[in-house]
């Protein structure tokens, strides 16, 4: 069992010593500093560097990223999709030469959350993962809070973070979806300090958060405030659009060159695939 934090707000004069916290921020500059390492890649670099084509970042540790898309635009069959090449294993076989990679994940657990299906729909989510990997993968979880409160859900996650057996060896966190975590996705102070809450866990663990989140209806905006803010704060932002038998996945937001967009279908196994004849086809009718 687990006790609800106090989610009651924190008094503005907090009390630090500023000086102190003012030193430990200040940034060595005479020092190289290491750019975070990959946890996630999309696709290679066509440009090289002393010859090598490099991978393109997607997700580094100590970062988030989000997809975004309309309701039942098949976002969680994309998020699966990354997941299982995530892992690797026979996953590449739907991808159709597009290189989506783990690295540095060996050994450390990937935990997705569904805070929105019920068990039965929850693992047809889960359920995915080792039929693209072909193997079960014993560090990955698929855990269901659909019935938790909103408090509880963040009790759970901060445990998760802070307490649990698994905190120090935490590679990717997966939440479908982010507004299952805040009571309302237009208030500003509650949308901040959640976000503030992901980027804390994301530099404590140095783990990888991916969100799920939706957009606002007939736009390519994350849904609310909460929508807005979080995708301020994410190295990588994936906005998928229903084409209908089958969703273009394109970066909106990123750091460094992004990969090209694909297209994914759905087999009749329930399992994503990354067809580029409907890529070509929506090319096409974009210029007509």
Known sequence: M??????????????????????????????????????????????????????????????????????????????SLIEACAIGGKSNNFTNGVEITGHNLDGKYIISIDAEQDTYDAWLNGIRIPKMVGAVYPKYKMLKWREKSKDERLALLDWLFTESEYKDNIGLVVMDGFVDFVKDFNDLKECDEFTSKLMKY?????????????????????????????????????????????????????RGKSFEPFAIRIDDDWLPYISDDDLEKNNQLELT
């Not at 503005?12 to 921020?25: A, G, P, Q, R, T």
């Not at 849904?223 to 273009?248: A, F, P, W």
Request: proline content about 5%; glycine content about 8%; aromatic content about 6%.
């Open 2 to 79: 687990f006790n609800l934090p106090n989610f009651e707000p924190e008094p503005e004069n907090i009390n630090l010593d500023l000086s102190k916290v003012f030193e430990d921020s200040v940034i060595d500059l005479s020092k190289e500093v290491d750019r975070p390492p990959n946890a996630i890649t999309i696709g290679i670099d066509d440009r090289s560097y002393q010859g090598i084509h490099y991978p393109l970042r997607f997700a580094t540790f100590g970062n988030i990223s989000m997809i975004v898309g309309e309701e039942k635009s098949r976002k969680s069959f994309v998020k």
């Open 202 to 254: 994301t530099s404590d663990s140095q783990c990888h958060i991916m969100g799920v989140l939706h957009l606002n209806p007939n736009t390519e905006k994350a849904r609310g405030h909460l929508g807005t803010i979080i995708g301020q704060k994410c190295e990588t932002v994936l906005i998928v659009k229903n084409m209908g038998d089958y969703s273009i996945v394109k970066r909106k937001v990123g």
